[in-house]
């Protein structure tokens, strides 16, 4: 947050090199910067702005290395003074973490992801309770992203101001299989509970030898009583619960 650097002037934002000294990114950034991530001549910038080069860009913008241009319709809060505080790129993705709950017209919590041309949360987010999320620090190793902030929950997850994210993974528990409720019913008709996560699809399947899998149905009910009516087609048959695309 500068207007000058050595008495020469410049707006919040400046870069400099060993050769040349000091110099401008064009006319800069209309308020705050808190985070830069730059590569090879070009930068994305993140903060509280509004414009930058005198063109709209809410809170993030991008450094070709000689113009400034938008990322979509940027990213807002519920205040003015919501801010981006935090970038990392990976490819031609930029992901952003801050005090941010709107990104592209896509509601989010404390994060998200531009792809190149549209912006998308990263599942729920972050959540502060009591108050608002913050991310202040996003690090990639691999394809996991790593997130630090102030936040008790990331997702439906308690996580206690640091996450990890990795869009490649699902980290939700498999449903489990209860035979908490087996029972034979007419026929020779079989019975069980199976007790899945929330959101989440499973498919049960059975096997006679533990090598070949027969699906038998999918579901998504958090609970579901199954029943396989085919059962007395087998003097022995096993189950089991997988979680489905």
């Given at each position: 947050?500068f ?12 870069r ?11 006319n ?64 031609s ?29 990263l599942?729920?987010g ?120």
């Amino acid at each position: 947050n500068f207007t000058a650097i050595g008495g020469v002037n410049f707006t919040n934002i400046a870069r400099f090199n060993w050769s040349s000294g000091w110099g401008t990114l064009g006319n800069g950034v209309n308020n705050t910067v808190s985070a830069i991530a730059a590569t090879n001549g070009t930068a994305c910038v993140g903060g509280r702005f509004t414009t930058a080069g005198g063109m709209t860009a809410n809170r993030i913008a991008f450094w070709n290395g000689s113009t400034w241009s938008a990322l979509g319709t940027g990213a807002i809060g519920t205040s003015a003074s919501a801010s981006v505080n935090s970038i990392a790129l990976r490819g031609s993705e930029v992901y952003i973490g801050g005090t941010i709950t709107n990104a592209g017209g896509v509601t989010i919590a404390g994060i998200a992801k531009w792809n190149g041309s549209s912006w998308s949360g990263l599942g729920s987010g972050v959540i502060m309770s009591p108050g608002s999320p913050n991310v202040y620090a996003l690090a990639f190793v691999g394809d996991d992203l790593y997130v630090g902030g102030q936040f008790i929950f990331a997702g439906d997850k308690p996580s206690m101001f640091i996450a990890r994210w990795n869009d490649q993974l699902n980290f939700y528990p498999p449903p489990n299989l209860h035979l908490t409720r087996p029972s034979w019913l007419t026929n020779g008709q079989f019975q069980c509970r199976v007790d899945g996560t929330s959101g989440e699809r499973y498919t049960i399947q059975a096997s006679t030898n533990l090598v070949d899998w027969a699906s038998l149905l999918t579901n998504s009910a958090v609970r579901y009583d199954f029943t396989d009516r085919t059962a007395s087609n087998f003097p022995a048959r096993v189950y089991r619960a997988v979680l489905g695309p």
